[in-house]
């Protein structure tokens, strides 16, 4: 069955950086396009960036552009997203999403929190 796993989380002062991963199983990663979403606090949960099946196209949220990249590794089957020059507003559960032909996925989640 279709796994998603990611990883990467914690504590990070504000202006510090973290690099999430999510390992996906079950299903032919490198056909399908990926996606990081996060939910903050009382908030809905909002896509955050995606990337094509090759990596070679990736969209990012507003509030993220210039700080967050992503970026995958088709050998590895897993897809990651670096963070850089983190603020609090970015304080959240992140997760990642796939979308295959019999449904949508979801890993786990992994909290990101940016506090001093």
């Known amino acids: 069955q279709v796994q998603l796993v990611e990883s990467g989380g914690g504590l990070v002062q504000p202006g510090g950086s973290l690099r999430l991963s999510c390992t996906a199983s079950?299903?032919?990663?490198?056909?399908?396009?990926m996606n990081w979403y996060r939910q903050a606090p009382g908030k809905e949960r909002v896509v955050v960036a995606t990337?094509?099946?090759?990596?070679?196209?990736?969209n990012y949220a507003d509030s993220v552009k210039g700080r967050f990249t992503i970026s995958r590794d088709n050998q590895k089957n897993t897809v990651y997203l670096q963070m850089n020059s983190l603020k609090p507003e970015d304080t959240a559960v992140y997760y990642c999403?796939?979308?295959?032909?019999?449904?949508?996925?979801w890993g786990q989640g992994t909290q990101v929190t940016v506090s001093s």
């Open positions: 999403k796939t979308n295959v032909a019999y449904g949508t996925y």
């Open positions: 079950g299903f032919a990663f490198s056909s399908h396009a």
């Open positions: 990337i094509s099946t090759t990596g070679g196209r990736t």
